[in-house]
């Protein structure tokens, strides 16, 4: 159980365009999901945390216009680069959750190259 | 704020021999959690373990083990008998209890790349 499934796995397009990632939990509901970035050899770094029906909240330094989070239903949420450019390329990876008391369970994140 | 620090940044180890990997963690929360994740080379990040502040016994599961001390804020990971299997990037990370503003967010550790060699 508690399975999340990320896509696509890889993206590589062009710099300008925006691209949408999805994060959707299989077997529960998502009351909660966060979006995450990696650089390589880096850590994970929170980007923003939503919770179904509400807005996303960012972390400091995070640009929401850049990064558009939907999260409209319990099991899907959207994160959607917006006019990319090469240095929004990184590994970026969604959990969720449904209660407090559960830990996050990962997608198996998303590799986006931006040329 | 919290903080995890993993201070070795790699290890190389010969298989069968035991490793362990050191966490340590700042929180000003009363209660939080602990957790350590394992990311091999395609990516995913695979759950290991989820501690309780408030729960300080140490945990077995097969080859792994793992050793919390509050007194030190250290929530170390033993591989035993280590397999090739077993290089990846593990990531020890910190969540914090209810009431606390970090609730429910994960700080993560910057990772301790394990390379077992045969």
């Known amino acids: 159980g508690a399975v999340v499934s990320q896509h696509p796995s890889w993206v590589i397009c062009k710099s300008g365009t925006s691209v949408k990632i999805e994060c959707r939990s299989l077997?529960?509901?998502?009351?909660?999901m966060f979006w995450y970035r990696q650089f390589p050899k880096q850590s994970l770094m929170l980007m923003a945390t939503s919770n179904e029906g509400s807005k996303a909240t960012y972390e400091q330094g995070v640009e929401k216009d850049k990064f558009l989070i939907n999260h409209a239903s319990l099991t899907l949420s959207t994160l959607t680069v917006t006019s990319a450019h090469p240095e929004d390329s990184s590994f970026y990876i969604c959990?969720?959750?449904?209660?407090?008391?559960?830990?996050?369970?990962f997608g198996d994140g998303t590799r986006l190259s931006i040329l | 704020a919290q903080k995890v620090t993993q201070a070795q940044t790699e290890i190389s180890v010969v298989e069968k021999e035991d490793v362990t990997l050191d966490c340590v963690y700042e929180t000003r929360d009363t209660t939080y959690y602990l957790f350590w994740y394992k990311q091999p080379p395609s990516g995913e990040l695979v759950f290991l373990i989820r501690?309780?502040?408030?729960?300080?016994q140490n945990e077995i599961s097969g080859r792994y083990s793992w050793n919390f001390q509050k007194s030190t804020s250290s929530f170390n990971f033993t591989i035993t008998a280590s397999q090739v299997v077993d290089s990846a990037v593990y990531f020890c990370a910190l969540s914090g209890g209810a009431g606390g503003t970090s609730y429910g967010k994960l700080t993560f550790g910057q990772g301790t790349i394990l390379t077992v060699h045969p």
């Open positions: 077997d529960f509901q998502a009351t909660t």
């Open positions: 501690r309780n502040s408030f729960d300080e």
């Open positions: 959990s969720a959750r449904d209660t407090y008391n559960q830990p996050q369970h």
